[in-house]
């Protein structure tokens, strides 16, 4: 693990939000770790971590000595959308973006993702409802009305978009950097305030399709933050 408060400029900036994730962080960092140090772009992985309770820092520590740096840093503010905000802020890479510590997203489909943007798309996230898309959910039926109703709010600020979900997005660095600084929702529905900008700003969006796997452990509380995630969708709506 590397201790910086500047961290060396990069091609790729991968960050990964992390709260109580001694279970699920390890092999998912073992396996991105794996597949950078096959691509040709320079890369870093930060972890960002809210004070977890559990062992994450100590999971951070034993990468000290990848060959590529594994950084941990904190959060004061609390949140998925807090974290993600903070590690995009901090960071100099020339893209950067995020992916969930559960790892249900492959890190395969960063190879789509980075070819896009390096052929100068400004936005590129994982799709679970665009064309070609594979996933499989077993969701309690709160979890699942939750969704339609999230989905039908997402949409009064990003119409265009099938999954705003989906926790891998990658974005050109300079712009998501700028675009962070005027974002504010601290939940698990930063994802829409981030794209509404972007929208709202004139640049696409792209969606590739993802072949998703569900992983149990899930932090997401669909009665505590769904509630929170419903309001904050109705104040992006009305802050356009
Ligand atoms: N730093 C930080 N990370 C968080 C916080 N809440 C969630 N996360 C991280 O956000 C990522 C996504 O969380 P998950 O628990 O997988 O939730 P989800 O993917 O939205 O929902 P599921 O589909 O149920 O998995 C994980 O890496 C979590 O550790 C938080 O308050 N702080
Ligand atoms: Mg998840």
């Known amino acids: ?7 060396p400029e990069v091609d790729l900036e991968l960050i990964f939000p992390a709260l109580n994730e001694e279970r699920r ?4 960092i073992a396996a991105t770790v794996d597949h950078l140090c096959e691509r040709p772009w320079s890369s870093a992985i930060v972890v960002v971590d809210n004070n977890s309770a559990d062992g994450t820092h100590d999971v951070v520590e034993r990468f000290a000595h990848a060959p590529l740096p594994v950084y941990a840093i904190g959060c004061s503010d609390r949140g998925k959308g807090a974290a993600v905000r903070r590690g995009i802020a901090t960071s100099s890479a020339r893209y950067v973006g995020f992916a969930d510590a559960d790892c249900a997203t492959p890190i395969e489909t960063l190879d789509p993702v980075m070819a896009l943007l390096e052929q100068g798309h400004a936005a590129v996230i994982a799709s679970r409802r665009a ?4 996933y499989e959910i077993e969701q309690s039926t709160l979890r699942r009305c939750g969704g339609w109703v999230f989905r039908r709010l997402a949409r009064m600020s990003v119409p265009d978009i099938a999954d705003t979900q989906c926790g891998f997005k990658f974005f050109d660095g300079p712009l998501i950097r700028e675009v962070v600084g005027a974002c504010h929702v601290d939940g698990f529905a930063f ?3 981030i794209l509404a900008h972007l929208a709202r700003w004139g640049h696409r ?5 993802v072949a998703w796997c569900d992983v149990p452990g899930s932090t997401f509380s669909a009665r505590r933050d769904g509630l929170r995630s419903m309001a904050d969708l109705i104040r992006i709506s009305i802050a356009r």
């Open 1 to 7: 693990m590397v201790f910086a408060l500047v961290r």
């Open 25 to 28: 962080l390890p092999s998912t």
């Open 131 to 134: 064309p070609g898309a594979y």
């Open 191 to 193: 994802d829409v305030e």
């Open 205 to 209: 969006v792209t969606e590739v399709p």
